[in-house]
């Protein structure tokens, strides 16, 4: 799950700018929502959740960002188009294990993607 402070706003983004699709979205009306979402194809899914609501109804939990790594056929193009989107990228570079890079979301949330050779 990823915690986030806006919903809308965090559905947007990676539905719009990393072409994710809703699998699924969840109100009860009473504060608990909840918004499954995926890149085409795949069969792991993110869980958008409401921070502040879940931080009410479960202190204990840590909301911290997930160290999330996600995997690309051609990193340098999905680094140029994310750009292109204004999404915040940091350096592509080449490691011996193939090209990565960062990006964060709205809420300055890191995630890491690479290529592998």
């Given amino acids: 799950m990823l ?65 999330l790594m996600f995997y690309t056929d051609n990193a340098e193009q999905l680094y140029n188009d994310l750009k292109g989107k204004n999404v915040k990228v940091g350096d592509l570079v080449e490691i011996p294990g193939g090209k990565v890079f960062n990006f964060a979301d709205e809420e300055e949330n890191y995630f890491a993607v690479m290529e592998r050779k």
């Fill in 3 to 67: 915690y986030v402070n806006n919903q809308d706003q965090s559905k947007a983004f990676w539905t719009e700018k990393l072409g994710f699709k809703v699998k699924a979205e969840e109100d009860n009306g009473e504060g608990m929502r909840w918004i499954e979402i995926a890149p085409p194809g795949a069969d792991t899914t993110i869980v958008l959740q409401n921070k502040a609501f879940v931080a009410k109804m479960h202190p204990e939990l840590n909301l911290s960002t997930p160290s």
